[in-house]
């Protein structure tokens, strides 16, 4: 098969052919590529696959909840959806302006792999898994292995995200915080999701991860596990130490230093999860 410079398959199996010939670059929402080629042509050839109707959509299957890679984040943000996504709903109205929302998709936001990508920190609280395809077959992993760092990730060039998975959670409550210098418009300086999953008064399950802290998003396990076990009438104001959050290793930059990033982190942390527990 020959490929022109632009192609749009409607098919799944015509997209992963395309890809498997090593030449295309992927093209879905274009929020990314096109600004990073505003003042130089873009040289790879692309695949379009938004053309491609099932990696869109919404829909909950065998206790899990499926979402296609194509996805819009406005279609995330007004979709119909239990209160376990919340947090990745607010995070969905924080993802530029209206205008990226309505063309940006949740798989480009991953594969983008920005340490400050708004949707990976709400994400990694749903325990996330990626389905990746190629013509070789397909594969699941979790979002925390995807990542590798700044802008790199565990796709191999023949590969595309398909889906994101995203175990129910009945009893979760969820949050998203967003420090930045103006309320909208405007790349993080600290990110914070929280989710709690609260039984007959008690924390049966916690998640909490931080973004723009580090070179990848990254969550709190040994907050998690301290959490577990606590009652929803407990001080977590008195749980949480900045010895919680020493995985997270903030830079400087022109957005905040270190040391602010470090305690504004610490200050979301136990915002997030004080409306997680009292949602």
Not at 75 to 95: K, M, N, Y
Not at 237 to 250: C, E, G
């Amino acid at each position: 098969m020959v490929y022109a410079d632009y192609v749009r398959p409607t098919s799944l199996n015509d997209a992963l052919q395309a890809l498997a010939s090593g030449s295309f670059k992927v093209l879905a929402g274009g929020t990314d590529l096109y600004p990073a080629h505003s003042d130089k042509p873009i040289s790879s050839a692309l695949l379009d696959i938004t053309g491609v109707a099932d990696l869109a959509g919404i829909q909950h299957t065998g206790g899990m909840w499926r979402i296609g890679a194509t996805t819009t984040w406005s279609a995330i943000a007004r979709a119909s959806l239990p209160a376990q996504f919340h947090g990745l709903q607010v995070a969905a109205r924080e993802v530029g302006g209206i205008q990226i929302q309505n063309t940006g998709t949740i798989a480009g936001n991953l594969c983008n792999a920005s340490p400050a990508a708004d949707g990976i920190p709400a994400l990694l609280a749903l325990d996330a898994e990626l389905e990746l395809a190629s013509v070789r077959g397909s594969r699941r992993l979790t979002l925390e292995a995807f990542l590798l760092g700044s802008r790199k990730t565990v796709l191999e060039p023949d590969e595309l995200v398909t889906a994101v998975w995203i175990p129910q959670r009945s009893n979760a409550r969820t949050t998203f915080l967003k420090l930045g210098h103006r309320r909208y418009l405007v790349i993080s300086i600290v990110m914070v999701s929280a989710l709690l999953e609260v039984e007959h008064g008690s924390i049966r399950h916690a998640a909490v991860a931080v973004g723009s802290c580090s070179a990848v998003a990254r969550r709190l396990h040994a907050l998690e596990q301290k959490l577990v076990g606590q009652t929803t009438d407990c001080a977590l104001d008195d749980l949480i130490t900045t010895d919680d959050l020493t995985v997270l290793t903030p830079i400087d930059d022109v957005r905040g230093s270190a040391a602010y990033r470090s305690d504004a982190a610490t200050t979301l942390v136990r915002r997030a999860l004080a409306e997680a527990m009292h949602e």
